[in-house]
């Protein structure tokens, strides 16, 4: 078995696995039974869980070294002209007992901070490494990627909660080309979307969902939102190498 085949994983794997922890089974099983429901928000996500073309990962609390492998070998993905618009979720291994939002958001931004921290690759000198920046966005082995959280500890905005598990989805810029908010079509499936999350979490939008580019937008708050209708405030978790 390949270093790849270890750390990046297909659905086929859950099943036909017999190396991967049993927390892991569990929560995938949860996850798909989510995210294939007829009624949830994503239609996106749910027909590529179907179709087989999400790609999967696994942290346990303790041991994270395979994450930077398991999205640089994801990324390669990409490296095909007939490359289909994979998305990558990361499970978390559970804590012992459930935290609450502040716990889980503040481990999210620990991994993406780890994740940085082991990053060879240079960003490319044209993205802002400041968060507070309209067009910042979290990059790894030089490419653009939105990073979102999902979490138990979400009650009300019930499309963020996918189990027992943390579960981290990185989605590459790239998956979003014709879709992007300035784009007509995108506007179109963008504004879809959302209303069925509305109608699935009886909220409305969080203040903080945007679309990239707009100037009065600050990405890295779309990447854990709240489980209210409350802007984020406060400063970006995150700090990159060259700011230190």
């Known amino acids: 078995m390949t270093t790849k085949e270890k750390v990046l994983l297909t659905k086929e794997d859950f099943y036909n696995r017999t190396d991967l922890p049993s927390w892991l089974h569990q929560e995938y099983v949860t996850f798909h039974n989510t995210v294939t429901d ?3 928000p994503c239609f996106f996500g749910m027909r590529a869980e179907l179709k087989g073309e999400l790609r999967y990962a696994f942290i346990s609390q303790n041991d994270w070294s395979n994450l930077p492998s398991a999205i640089e070998n994801f990324l390669q993905l990409f490296q095909s002209p007939n490359y289909k618009r994979h998305g990558l979720f990361v499970f978390v291994e559970p804590f012992e007992q459930e935290g609450n939002l502040e716990d889980y958001r503040k481990q999210f931004w ?10 060879e690759v240079e960003w490319p ?17 030089g490419e653009p990627i939105f990073a979102f959280g999902n979490a138990p500890a979400y009650k009300k905005r019930k499309t963020r909660d996918l189990g027992n598990a943390m579960v981290l989805g990185f989605q590459p810029r790239k ?9 007509k079509a995108g506007m179109m499936s963008r504004e879809k979307v959302r209303e069925r999350v509305e109608a699935w979490d009886d909220l409305p939008k969080h203040p903080d969902i945007g679309h990239f580019g707009d100037l009065t937008h600050n990405e890295w ?8 209708i409350e802007p984020i405030q406060g400063k970006c978790p995150f700090h990159h190498k060259s700011q230190a």
């Open 38 to 40: 007829k009624t949830f």
């Open 175 to 183: 998956i979003f080309e014709g879709l992007e908010g300035t784009e």
């Open 221 to 228: 708050k779309q990447f854990f939102i709240g489980d209210d």
């Open 125 to 141: 000198a044209q993205a802002p490494r400041d968060p507070d920046h309209h067009l910042w966005d979290f990059h790894f082995n």
């Open 110 to 119: 620990e991994i993406l901070q780890y994740l940085h921290e082991a990053d």
